[in-house]
């Protein structure tokens, strides 16, 4: 089993061409709706009492929801737009509401996880978490620019108690106050992570582990339509993947870093959960196929 923790969130999505409101989202929910095509995923996230019934639905059928509060007052909402070519996002307004004081409690069942992914959450939070499980196995997180500027030591911290680290290529540099990504990719490695992977948006991923570098490029794409989820899909994919293996063989974890890259490709393709929530395992091993046919040479 896989536990993901992290923001469920109702989210207004603003792109040139439309805008979505009161979309499913957040962090926890796109990790755990990518890990689930590979492995029993359990969700440790919070969400308000105006929380649509269709969306708890969603969520249950793909997931164990064990770990999902449910608290007086409105779920958290983001609100984004993105620029017209879609590669840059400013945030329009963000209400935290139920998230603000929540105090996650992990059942019982998901302690035995042996593989765990923190989302982008208050990293002190997340160090409080992860001492919760029993005897992890594996353990990765993620954070966002905001909690480097607001927390930073806090961040550091966080890094020393996980194994692995996704992050983007820009807040690599914010964090780190370094301009190229390989002395990036050092310096959390020196911090305590023993394996890096630093997302390069479309063009895929970079990552790192002792002297190894493997770059996996991104799927390459006509129709990109919301950006919204992507690094998130990339990172529940890549744990779920190696969750169901029950392996972080060096194989194994370059095989989900490549998984990684192929379920966020299909996040971009619709807003929101669109897209994810319509794929099946036959197409995404047909775009195994096709994205290995597209590498080799």
């Known amino acids: 089993m896989l536990a993901v923790f992290g923001s469920a969130s109702l989210d207004t999505i603003r792109t040139s061409k439309k805008t979505a409101r009161n979309v499913l989202g957040g962090a926890a929910v796109f990790a755990s709706i990518a890990a689930s095509n590979f492995v029993d995923t359990g969700l440790i996230a919070v969400i308000g009492r105006d929380f649509p019934k269709k969306y708890l639905d969603i969520l249950s059928k793909r997931m164990d929801l064990r770990g999902l509060a449910v608290k007086d007052g409105r779920t958290f909402r983001y609100d984004g737009r993105y620029s017209r070519t879609l590669d840059s996002r400013s945030t329009v307004n963000i209400e935290l509401n139920v998230l ?23 990293p002190d939070q997340n160090i409080r978490l992860i001492k919760e499980f029993d005897r992890t196995r594996f353990t990765m997180c993620d954070t966002i620019d905001f909690w480097i500027s607001t927390k930073r030591q806090s961040v550091i911290k966080m890094i020393k108690s996980v194994d692995a680290v996704v992050i983007n290529d820009e807040e690599a540099k914010m964090l780190t106050k370094e301009f190229n990504l390989i002395k990036c990719a050092k310096k ?37 339509v919301d950006p919204t989820g992507a690094g998130d899909s990339f990172a529940g994919a890549m744990i779920g993947y190696m969750a169901s293996k029950g392996s972080t063989s060096m194989s194994v974890i370059k095989k989900a870093a490549v998984y990684g890259n192929i379920m966020g490709s299909f996040a971009v393709e619709g807003y929101g959960l669109d897209r994810l929530l319509g794929i099946s395992k036959r197409d995404i091993a047909g775009r195994l196929r096709t994205y290995e046919k597209m590498i080799r040479f």
């Open 100 to 122: 603000a004081d929540f105090k996650p409690v992990v059942p019982d069942d998901y302690r035995k996880a042996k593989f765990v992914y923190l989302a982008n959450n208050d």
């Open 188 to 224: 959390i490695m020196g911090w305590g992570a023993r394996l890096v992977v630093i997302k390069k948006a479309e063009h895929g991923s970079l990552m790192f582990y002792d002297d190894m570098i493997f770059p996996s490029p991104g799927f390459s794409l006509e129709g990109v």
